[in-house]
């Protein structure tokens, strides 16, 4: 299959324990946040998302938190299963101007047996 | 509900030649979006297209187009390819952008491969 991220940054977690996925983005007038899950082969699949009037928003063993003083975002995935093996990445959309979309890297997570 | 589709699955170009992608958005998405994701890197946003028009384009040189049809659906072009061009198109719906932004959902993508 398609290979996604051949040099991304690499989260090694035990099966069963917390994850925690960060992401620092760039445009201060961002106003919606995304997380997506991207595996192999696959197109990425909508996780959870967040605007900017929360700091919080939790979803089915998922938890975003957003830090706009400092322009952060993370991902916490409770119990990690190994089904959550892929490469996990945030979005940002703004309107300065213009609508901006911006994508991060992303991060692979794997989870160990 | 069938989801965001997209064809070819893959496909294989010269450098030089045209290359044509297409994508079907989720029943009731008006709005279609083009990403390319290069290998070991994220998604840079090409193209949105809402209601027929263009609304936005990335930093992509002007023989990335494309167009949005009246059923909503889309093509993106790429002429002249190049070496670079070889990347996983990816294309994705929304609900109209009206106040708002909306989740977008991803179609599987096509591989374009230029030799």
């Known amino acids: 299959g398609e290979s996604v991220g051949l040099h991304l940054p690499t989260l090694s977690v035990q099966e069963g324990d917390n994850s925690i996925i960060n992401c620092a983005y760039s445009?201060?007038?961002?106003?919606?946040f995304i997380w997506y899950k991207q595996e192999s082969g696959k197109g990425p699949q909508f996780i959870i998302d967040i605007r900017s009037n929360m700091d919080k928003r939790q979803g089915q063993r998922v938890t975003v938190l957003l830090n706009k003083t400092v322009k952060h975002l993370s991902l916490q995935i409770a119990a990690t299963q190994p089904g959550d093996s892929a490469v996990y990445f945030c979005a940002e959309m703004g309107f300065s101007g213009t609508y901006k979309y911006i994508f991060g890297t992303g991060t692979r997570l794997k989870v160990l047996a | 509900e069938a989801g965001v589709t997209q064809s070819p699955t893959h496909l294989i170009k010269t450098r030089g030649q045209q290359a044509t992608l297409r994508c079907s958005p989720i029943?009731?998405?008006?709005?279609v979006y083009w990403y390319q994701q290069a290998l070991g890197l994220g998604l840079q946003f090409l193209l949105w297209?809402?209601?027929?028009?263009?609304?936005n384009r990335g930093n992509f040189p002007p023989r990335f187009s494309g167009r949005q049809f009246p059923n909503y659906s889309s093509e993106l072009n790429v002429n002249a390819l190049e070496l670079e061009d070889s990347a996983l198109y990816l294309c994705a719906s929304s609900l109209r952008l009206a106040g708002g932004f909306y989740e977008q959902y991803f179609g599987p993508g096509t591989r374009l491969t230029v030799t």
């Open positions: 297209y809402d209601e027929g028009e263009e609304r």
């Open positions: 029943s009731g998405h008006t709005s």
């Open positions: 445009n201060s007038a961002s106003d919606y």
